[in-house]
């Protein structure tokens, strides 16, 4: 398998010691001999979690009502306990935006937006892809590079800032010693060793995934699969007539619902129409529509009580150009990030991803020209270490050229999308 990556896009704002070695280097093609030797089998991960929950069974959430009101209820008991407020301080400037896309969801994200971490994922709840230095540290028991962390560096676990620190330098010190093995601009993968290996697969996907918020739309943990869909990565703002024409009958698909059909999502979205990559898989498919309107026609709720709908693309369209409804209450998603073999719940297991329950403002709101980007503001209402992290990203965050300060709360935020080009549907990808 042979992997090009022009000095990968993101370097600098991952790691900016590296991105400044290896900016000197040519454009590199690794050549890999291996698939990545730390990956974690299913089957291992099952035998892990009978041997540390045995007694554990698994819980009806039909039967149990508003069960996500009463825990995030006792999770805030809880930071009370800790001395923390148990209610998150939200972004004030999120709100303004927010404001001007629906009503309905910024009242509600200004009187109760939370979040909180979760053991697993959960239908309606997010998975959030955590920083290299967090999926090192926590993934010790699998990874040569996270055990290297343990053993080669004196942290104290409880303090997040010197841990993080360590395994900063852990990673920019690795990745200038794989570059220094460049010859004629290339590195043959087969020539590292296991450790660097490993290093170099975990930079590559980190940066593939970089933090992204995902939307858990399915699991079956009888069956070990998960569906979820990526929040935060922009497409485009208007419909073209292909576009459209993706979004409704996909792109091989069948299903065709005729020119009629396409003149009217046309005239009803094609001005401001909010359409995201909701994964590598199935883009081809017709597009999965989110909202948060109980009773639309032809939807249904994703999970009880998490008042997320899917589907309804009909009564949407007739509902906008009757004006009942604004085209940004919806949100279009092409392709999806599908897992089996309980893989999500592994890469969860490896550090890769955080488990974290939301209110359904922050799962529903358009990540359009936030000036807080969502990963950051997701992490920050879930305080505690998660909050640290996210400040200590922010630290990275050079490409944050534009400041939007807020005089009467004396804040700063940050506002990514100015600097991108939304004019082309082929020019949006957009990592916030």
């Known amino acids: ?3 090009v990556l022009p000095l990968l896009l993101t370097t600098a704002r991952l790691f900016p010691a590296s991105a400044a070695f290896l900016t000197q280097q040519s ?3 690794f050549v890999s001999r291996r698939e990545s030797s730390f990956q974690c089998s299913s089957s291992r991960y099952h035998q892990e979690e009978e041997e540390e929950d045995e007694d554990d069974d698994e819980i009806d959430a039909d039967s149990l009502g508003d069960w996500r009101a009463f825990r995030r209820n006792l999770a805030g008991m809880t930071n009370a306990d800790e001395h923390e407020p148990s209610v998150a301080k939200i972004s004030t400037e999120n709100e303004k935006v927010l404001r001007t896309q629906n009503q309905v969801l910024a009242n509600e994200y200004k009187t109760g937006a939370w979040a909180h971490e979760t053991s697993m994922p959960e239908v309606g709840g997010l998975v959030c892809r955590l920083p290299l230095e967090v999926e090192i540290y926590r993934n010790y028991r699998h990874s040569l590079i996270g055990k290297k962390l343990r053993t080669s560096h004196a942290f104290a676990e409880e303090d997040t800032k010197e841990w993080y620190k360590s395994a900063q330098m852990l990673v920019e010190n690795e990745m200038q010693d794989i570059a220094e093995n460049a010859k004629g601009g290339q590195i043959d993968a087969a020539t590292l060793n296991d450790e660097a290996a490993e290093m170099l697969q975990l930079y ?3 940066q593939e995934t970089w933090q992204e918020v995902c939307l858990v739309l399915e699991r079956n943990v009888e069956r070990g699969t998960a569906t979820t ?3 935060n990565r922009p497409m485009a703002m208007k419909l073209t007539e292909n576009l459209a024409r993706l979004v409704l009958n996909g792109a091989f698909t069948t299903i065709n619902l005729g020119k009629k059909d396409l003149v009217k999502f ?8 909010a359409v995201y990559v909701g994964g590598s898989q199935g883009q081809e498919e017709p597009a999965i529509m989110l909202h948060g309107i109980a009773d639309l026609p032809g939807s249904t709720e994703i999970s009880p009580n998490s008042g997320i709908y899917r589907g309804g693309i009909q009564a949407a369209i007739d509902g906008v150009l009757e004006g009942k ?3 940004l209450d919806f949100r279009f998603f092409l392709g999806r990030q599908v897992y089996d073999e309980s893989t999500l719940d592994v890469q969860v297991l490896l550090g890769k991803y955080q488990p974290i329950a939301c209110a359904r403002s922050l799962a529903l709101k358009q990540c359009i020209s936030l000036p807080k980007p969502l990963w950051h503001e997701v992490l920050e209402l879930c305080g505690g270490e998660l909050k640290e992290i996210s400040s200590l990203e922010m630290l990275k965050r050079d490409d944050l050229q ?3 300060v807020d005089e009467d ?5 940050f506002d990514e999308l100015d600097m991108l080009d939304l004019d082309d549907d082929d020019d949006d990808e957009y990592y916030g």
Do not use: H, K, W
């Open 1 to 3: 398998m042979r992997l």
């Open 229 to 231: 869909l990526v929040l």
């Open 266 to 273: 046309v005239l009803a979205f094609g001005n401001e129409c």
């Open 325 to 327: 409804y604004q085209p």
């Open 204 to 206: 590559i996907d980190n």
């Open 402 to 404: 534009f400041e939007i």
């Open 409 to 413: 709360e004396d804040e700063d935020a």
């Open 27 to 29: 454009t590199c093609s």
